[in-house]
């Protein structure tokens, strides 16, 4: 299997035989300290690919930081980082090369830390083989069930159950049936099309390049010999899909719209649609580098242009007009949760999807799944690694496949609007069903005309601030000066509201984004409705303030921070609520166990510790009158 190039050999020759072979995506996971990043090093070494370099580092990297007492340690081959090295376990994703003869590969060593295991995901996204490790001292363990779960969420369906560390049980026949029967029983849930158990030793070299002589009773074929003839090529029928990464326009004389292929095949005559404006065409040409292709297929990146002027841009999809691609703004998806701050339902995040970004909201989440037992359990968020079934909502029509059919176009990753991190990571099901049906009813009687009649121009004024601050009180006295002027208001206050539309919500987070997102909801119509709206709620996260404001049209959304301190706050303590939270009575209370986000920008800001309610009020009018909301 020498991969070797050696002095003599012809470049060319050697460089092209390299281009004819296909490529295998694989990754290696499982529970902490199983041998991964061992195995790794151990294929890389007999598939001689490491350098005579790289060895003597290995060398004399494994007398400093192995753990083979001085013998090579091939993990340090993949575990670059010094935590790791340290550690002797493996916490960033680490991507490696290699060739044999036969075949090219890319391998991905992923965490076995349960933190990590986001990072697992991440490998196993792109990969087509998973070689699952076991350590044949400890069996199955619930690190092992939740990697294979996640492996065939994320579509992968051949995968290697590597029952490592066999040189320990001495090489132990009935220790590997029992494990591989208690796999396949558990693997039973998962919709994997082939699984296949091997015994090996990564530290040994056993099974690894050649069947070994200390496992005469396994009749499978060794590793690397599996790796090079493991087929996972799928004949491709899915429909032409290419979503636009940007409108190649450099002179007035050429219009083309660049792009991967990432499924289906495209040729210059096909005719397609352009989603989601749904405008059909045909393809003039297939432009590349090296000039125009008769054709382009998955993976490929071309500029097509199309035979009539459309209107495309950055995030729309080009599809088979004989089989386009869905379209829908309710969804349901499977969600991988990967950040520490657990997901709540009703708070606005960035959905992306290929080019697409788009503000979305996991308006419900169905159950969570036991990845030990897929057994599906109630809940109301999601915490890190946890994995769900939710309702998504998005402020726009995603083009999409279920994720099942097409990887690629029903992928997504969730983003957070203030952080600008990755949160989660999604696996499109289907649209749901309200989506396709409810549309906006056309209306003759407007905003504007309300307004007109009424003399006032239409806004919310969102007061914000702890409890006690005296949001209320100004907000009450404001309605009341603006009732004297002859002007339609109305209030809407945190606890008044409680004992109706949102009487079914406690004081948890969670509740306490949906609490903010029924009353954004409700307020917007009635600033719809004309009316001067203002809004009495502690509302303590940034996040849930600035999706209501963008949910408003410019202008409509006026915050008001009553900045008024915790401490003169807590003194007034007029309904008692601080003295009963230091006591522990009232949990969740903000300022006391739940946090308060000041605003960053609030257009108004008042402390009622340093200027009168009734001075506020008057503020807070002037405000409008010169802003023109009072006609």
Known sequence: MSNV???GDDIHEYLASHEQKDMLRFLTCGSVDDGKSTLIGRLLHDAQSIFDDQLETLGSDSKKFGTQGGEIDFALLVDGLAAEREQGITIDVAYRFFSTDKRKFIVADTPGHEQYTRNMATGASTADVAIILIDARQGVLPQTRRHSFICSLLGIRHVVVAINKMDIVDFSEAKFRAIEEDYREFAKQLDFESITCMPLSALKGDNILTKSSNTPWYDGAALLPWLETVDVTRKDERPFRMP???????????????????SGRVEPGDEVVILPSGKRTKVKAIVARDGDLAFADKNRAVTLTLEDEVDASRGD?????????????????????????EMLPGRQYILKSNNKMIPAQI???KHRIDVNTLEHLSGK?????????CNLSLTQRLVFDPYTE??????FILIDRLTNSTVGVGMIDYALRRSKNVHWQALEVNKESRQKILGQKSCMLWFTGLSGSGKSTVANLVEKRLHDLGRLTYVMDGDNVRHGLNRDLGFTDADRVENIRRVGEAGKLMVDAGVITLVSFISPFETERQSVRERMDDGEFIEVFISTPLEVAEQR???????????????????IDSPYEEPTNPEITVDTSEVAAEKAAEMIVEYLDQKGYLG
């Open 317 to 341: 999809v080009i599809a088979a007009a004989t089989a386009p691609a869905e379209q829908a703004g309710q969804l349901q998806a499977k969600i991988i949760w990967m950040d520490d701050e």
């Open 573 to 591: 303590d007029v309904k008692g609520l601080y003295a009963k939270a230091r006591k522990g009575e009232i949990k969740n209370f903000t300022g």
């Open 244 to 262: 636009v990464q940007w409108v190649n326009r450099p002179n007035l004389d050429f219009r083309g719209f660049a792009g991967t292929v990432v």
């Open 5 to 7: 190039f050696k002095d």
């Open 363 to 365: 308006t419900d989440l």
């Open 406 to 411: 097409n990887r690629s176009m029903g992928s």
């Open 381 to 389: 968020t999601l915490k890190l690694n946890e994995i769900g079934e």
